[in-house]
């Protein structure tokens, strides 16, 4: 065959291969992005935490992963988890069932009930009531309340009844948070979201991916938004020295976590759970680093995310290691790189489990 015929079949099979390949990276969506490192840098496997564990923040996950409860259990013995603190957002017979079907480990599981809300918006006396069914649940074995939950729109996240258009910090709620202070059982409460969610869904927003998902709408009639909504559990916190609030999620102000350090430094009945909000604090570690070690007393570990080997793993290896540079997109979905917290002995044993036990095992008043 003639070289210059064999050359330019060449350059045209060579010219079409890129062009395919720059076509597929201009149509490339963000959300398909699955970069992989190629730093030939330290990695660090974690197979276990490095101390006991207290896991603050989960929920009943068996029917969603389709594990069973003696496999949970293996699973908490293999990573070091003692206790596993289930928030049910439950009462009456729902509680109930959940409590019966955990009974079986009544030492590996906490369960936490929820606020009855029936009758809030029409009946003056329904805080007696909720206040009876807190304690009913309470001698049911209930250590604790959550996950109390409100983006925006009032407290929706208990069952049976959601109590949309009050939030927690509303004068009708001030009985029963008292009494949950007298009780001693502490409150895990959800406010507002992730900063990323209430920008703009645009090449802009460095979260896309997770703020398209979660994105909170802030043309919706009476709804709160992200600075009204810390506002709430600031009022909450404040006007009920005698009860404890665990804010989850670091309060959604893991965009800037000096707005929860302030709130440590004046309120001391507050404590903040770690829980999905590994992926969006890992990236900048060196400032998580100091965050923990400022306020080590009063952060706790909890996961949210399912019941998985590798989710326990990554987060051990966020807490304990200096591992750089390396993606967790399918459990974060973010398409940043995270890094290692490489946190002290020291705060790791609190934020694992010491201060929780603080707040498990505190007597009633």
């Known amino acids: 065959m003639n070289k210059r ?24 969506r963000l959300m398909d992005y699955r970069p992989k490192s190629i730093y030939r840098i330290p990695k660090t496997t974690v197979t276990k935490a490095k101390y006991p564990v207290i896991d603050v923040h989960s929920h009943d996950f068996l029917m969603k992963s389709g594990a069973d409860l003696g496999g949970w259990v293996r699973l908490m013995d293999q990573y070091g988890i003692k206790k596993t603190i289930v928030l049910t957002m439950s009462t009456g017979a729902r509680f109930d069932s959940l409590v019966a079907k955990y009974k079986r480990y009544p030492n590996r599981f906490d369960l936490w009930c929820g606020f009855d809300f029936t009758g809030y918006n029409n009946d003056p006396t329904w805080t ?18 959550g996950e109390v939950g409100d983006k925006g729109l009032g407290l929706f996240y208990d069952r049976p009844t959601r109590a949309y258009g009050m939030h927690i910090d509303d004068p009708r709620m001030k009985p029963l948070l008292k009494r949950c202070g007298e009780l001693g059982m502490p409150i895990n409460i959800h406010v507002a979201e992730s900063y990323w969610m209430y920008q703009k869904v645009d090449s802009t927003n460095d979260g896309l ?71 969006e604090t890992a990236t900048i570690p060196r400032y ?39 993606y967790e997109v399918e459990h974060y979905y973010y398409h940043w790189p995270l890094h290692g917290f490489d946190l002290s002995d020291q705060v790791l044993k609190k934020v694992y489990s010491e201060n929780a036990e603080k707040l498990l095992y505190r007597k009633k008043r």
């Open 5 to 28: 015929l064999t050359y330019g079949w060449i350059g045209w099979l060579l010219l079409g291969t890129l062009s395919a390949l720059g076509q597929g990276v201009e149509n490339l």
């Open 128 to 145: 007696d009531h909720a206040i009876k069914e807190l304690e009913r649940c309470q001698k049911m074995g209930a250590k604790g309340i």
């Open 209 to 279: 991916i997770n703020a398209a998902k979660w994105h909170v709408y802030l043309n919706q009639p009476d709804i709160l938004n992200h600075e009204q909504m810390i506002s709430t559990l600031e009022h909450a916190v404040r006007d009920n020295p005698g009860t404890t609030f665990i804010a989850c999620h670091l309060a959604n102000c893991d965009y800037d976590l000096s707005i929860l350090g302030k709130m440590f430094d004046q309120y001391p009945n507050l404590y903040a759970d770690i829980s999905a909000r590994y992926g």
């Open 288 to 326: 998580m680093k100091k965050f923990y070690e400022q306020y080590q007393d009063r952060l706790l570990y909890g996961t949210d995310m399912g019941i998985d080997d590798h989710m326990y793993q990554t987060t051990f290896r966020i807490l304990q290691t200096a591992d750089e540079h390396f």
